[in-house]
């Protein structure tokens, strides 16, 4: 007797847990089934490094699909903080498309969203490659072809999070965990017009604006002292560096960056 009752609490809890791991489940579906507009751009704001977010309108959509049948009920882009602006061609966040960050397309059904994706790998690995893109829910993540490949990895798993619901999950661009968005708390400029932008998250990004290749890092503050690592799109001069951070500028690698913003 006691054998049974055993098994059936067993049985019982298992019961118990499978129902809240579909409801869990569920519910991440729900998030990602033809979501709003409104919620998208909510979802966007929480990721790491994303700086603006734009959605299209019928006036402004580039190419003239909202809403249509099969088409996305929304289409919100994003600029984002590890791809040179300079480099991307537009005059505007929607002009410039997909290559500034990336965007979220939102369809009515998975049908549609799985056809838009399998038009897109048509595109891949050639010229017209816009960058990646996957289905989660109803909606196609895509991010920017000017990003590597763990860059593009880590913004898609932290929009995918965002969209479910998994705000826990989400990780900043230089491993750590934090659901906090990331600003730019500094914006420098040298007397060659590079410029120097450093994030609340701890990360920085040096554009020499089509002088040299650009370079990314990390930074720490104690004081007046800034101590940061550097490296280049080929993870070379990854040392730590030890400079003087003013006012009004800041002493880096070996020049003075006067603040702009």
Known sequence: MKKLLSILLALSMCFSLCYVLSSCKDEE????????EEYVIQC??????????EAVTEDTDPMKNLN????????????????????VYGDDLIDKGTDAGGS????????????RN???????????????????????????????????????????FALQGKDDKIINPNGNSNNATISAIGEY??????????????TLYLSFNGDFSDLEGT?????????????DEYGEWNNPF?????????????EYYTRID
Do not use: M
């Open 29 to 36: 579906e729900k998030l990602v089934d033809n979501p709003t």
């Open 189 to 202: 400029t040298n007397s060659d017009n590079h410029t120097l932008t450093i994030f609340s998250d701890g």
């Open 68 to 87: 249509k049948p099969g088409w996305y009920t929304a289409h919100i882009y994003f600029s984002y903080q590890l791809v040179n602006q300079e480099d």
């Open 242 to 254: 030890e400079d003087k951070i003013y006012e009004d500028g800041i002493d880096f690698l070996g």
């Open 44 to 53: 966007l704001e929480k990721v790491p490094g994303i700086l603006e977010i």
């Open 118 to 160: 399998e038009y897109l790998s048509a595109f891949d690995g050639g010229i017209l490659c816009s960058g990646s893109h996957k289905v989660v829910g109803t909606c196609v993540v895509r991010t920017s072809n000017e990003l590597t490949v763990s860059q593009q990895q880590t913004l898609e798993s932290n929009i995918i």
């Open 104 to 115: 979220v397309e939102v369809y009515k059904t998975k049908s549609d969203a799985n056809k």
């Open 219 to 231: 930074w720490s503050q104690n004081g007046d002292i800034i101590t940061y690592s550097v490296w």
